[in-house]
């Protein structure tokens, strides 16, 4: 009897052994094998850092309606861009691909096309002789004064043939400024529009026109000029402007960077057929709006 009771415990320790081993192999076939991708759990979701900075994707409504209700009831032809540099970056713009006079404004982009080219080939520099003076002497006045004696001969470092395709390439499609025929006497009009004057301010305020010490230049220059009758006229007192005019017949232009002190800006106003008040009007509304006030 006793030696019954001894297998009978014997027994049921090798049973519950075995079920023992049991559990256990069935526990390692289930667990994830970590060499297969597949077996194993995601890991935990990271928060990406979101960018709380806002760009607008689309003109301005509000200040869009501002520039056509001060212009469209007004004798002449409009063309106006706005674009903010800081903040929102709003812009706006009314009939800015109207292709208008450039009057002086080409002086712009005659400047750019010709520092581009010092910068590219280092076939000459801002000291290099030119016309009773050097180029950078020329560039002053007509930036300063908006001299036309040397336009011509600093256009020649470029080759004026060359400028309207150059210009095109670079994004001012709608630009052109070569009207000269082959003894220098002038041929047509030179013609821009506020979308094209606009890009090239943008770029000169962002560094991505030119160098840094021909952007220095352009701007600085700028800043001296003298008429200030039409963007600076519709500033407060002691608003910084870096801006270039241009006015013959009924032209009257003026495409500029403005240094508020909430909003940095470029604005354009082309006009055919209006005043320098009336621009000067357009100025100070635009300005108020980007200010808030």
Known sequence: MLKQKKWLTLAV?????????AVALLL?????DPRHESNQSPPPAVSEPQNTTQFTAEPDKALE???????????????????????????AGYQANEKIIAASTFKLFLIYAVLEKAEKTGSFNLSTPLAGGTVLSCI????????????????????????????????????NINNYTETGDTSGD??????????????????????????????GFMKRQIHRQRIAGGLPKGVEVASKPGFIYEIENDSGIVY?????YVVVLLSDGSEPAVLAELSASIYKYLHGL
Request: aromatic share 8%; charged share 20%.
């Open 13 to 21: 320790i090798t049973f519950i052994g075995l079920s023992v081993l």
């Open 28 to 32: 390692v076939n289930r667990a994830p």
């Open 65 to 91: 309606a501002l520039l056509a209700s001060q212009v469209v009831d007004r004798p002449g032809k409009y063309g106006i861009y706005v674009q903010e540099l800081n903040g929102d970056k709003r812009f």
């Open 140 to 175: 002053e006045s007509l930036l300063v004064i908006s001299s036309d004696a040397c336009a011509f001969v600093l256009g020649k470092l470029v080759g004026w043939s060359a400028l309207n395709s150059r210009l095109h390439e670079a994004g001012f499609t709608n630009t």
């Open 190 to 219: 030179k013609y821009t529009t506020a979308y094209d004057e606009a890009l090239l301010l943008d770029r000169l305020a962002n560094g991505t026109l030119l160098n840094q010490e021909h952007t220095e230049v352009m701007t």
């Open 260 to 264: 508020g002190p909430k909003s940095t």
